[in-house]
């Protein structure tokens, strides 16, 4: 069979309702008139005339987040500690190769909105489509939230996977799985008052202290009207010994920009 690689990242934009009141991720756009003048300021002498069609550069300017969009997890977001005590893993220390694998997504739009997804589940599911998990896949999760970006209500939207469904995808050699929610975990607000004093919601909502989910693909913001989408500046996911690069070429542009995934690992 041929390989198939499937972009489901969502875009960063202005105005939509993608996180919590607050984490919004902002973008101002400057067009190429209005980056003239800063253009201006790199070469001496030149002049507005002496530029094609009197033309500047035009940029964006991001305020965001590593939590906004589609985004790679490190496990350095959950905890300071993994493995019962060692450093946890920042972004460039996430293996490459985990993030290019293949992938199986399992169906939960039917499960209700706050529903803490079970190790249960997870095998029903995998049993539903006739697939047995090898290690190193990566694992995707379709919710009731998909349908609900960008909708007031998307924040508290979804099914969320459990502890037990973690470790169950862990057990089976799995490191990076994906969700199409705000979180891993069910949506926060249906737990609010749990988490003050109910001891097995904190054990559904922890994070297994060895290696905790992450997500896969690339952060985006959206263009203007009227121009192409580019993608967004993220984090670097290399270490800068690593001198392999993932890229995506913007077609209005002669240059690239380069990406990160958002994964859980």
């Not at 033309?55 to 589609?70: D, P, R």
């Not at 693909?217 to 984090?235: C, K, M, N, Y």
Request: proline share 7%; glycine share 8%; charged share 25%.
């Amino acid at each position: 069979m041929a390989r198939r690689i499937v972009d489901i990242s969502v875009p960063l934009q202005n105005d939509v309702p993608a996180d919590p009141p607050g984490g919004h991720p902002t973008i101002e756009y400057i067009d190429h008139q209005q980056g003239l003048p800063r253009m201006l300021q790199f070469f001496d002498g030149l002049k507005r005339e002496d530029l094609p069609d009197g033309q500047g550069w035009a940029v964006e300017k991001v305020h965001l987040s590593t939590h906004n969009g589609t985004h790679l997890d490190a496990p350095w977001h959950f905890h300071p500690t993994m493995n019962h005590g060692e450093r946890s893993w920042t972004i460039d220390e996430v293996p490459l190769d985990w993030c290019f694998q293949p992938a199986v997504k399992l169906d939960f739009r039917h499960l209700p909105d706050g529903y803490v997804a079970t190790a249960a589940d997870v095998d029903n599911e995998l049993k539903r489509i006739g697939h047995t998990l090898s290690p190193l896949e990566i694992v995707v999760v379709n919710t009731s939230a998909g349908m609900k970006y960008g909708r007031q209500d998307y924040v508290t939207s979804g099914c969320g996977m459990g502890y037990e469904a973690t470790m169950y995808l862990l057990e089976r050699g799995v490191r990076l799985t994906g969700i199409d929610g705000w979180s891993w975990d069910a949506p926060f607000v249906t737990h609010r008052q749990e988490i003050c004093g109910n001891e097995e919601c904190r054990a559904h909502l922890g994070r297994p202290q060895g290696r905790p989910p992450h997500r896969l693909l690339p952060h985006r913001e959206i263009a203007q009207s009227g121009t192409t989408a580019v993608d967004g500046f993220h984090r670097r996911l290399l270490s800068s010994q690593d001198r392999t690069r993932v890229r995506r070429m913007d077609p209005r542009r002669r240059h690239c920009r380069w990406l990160s995934r958002h994964i859980f690992v």
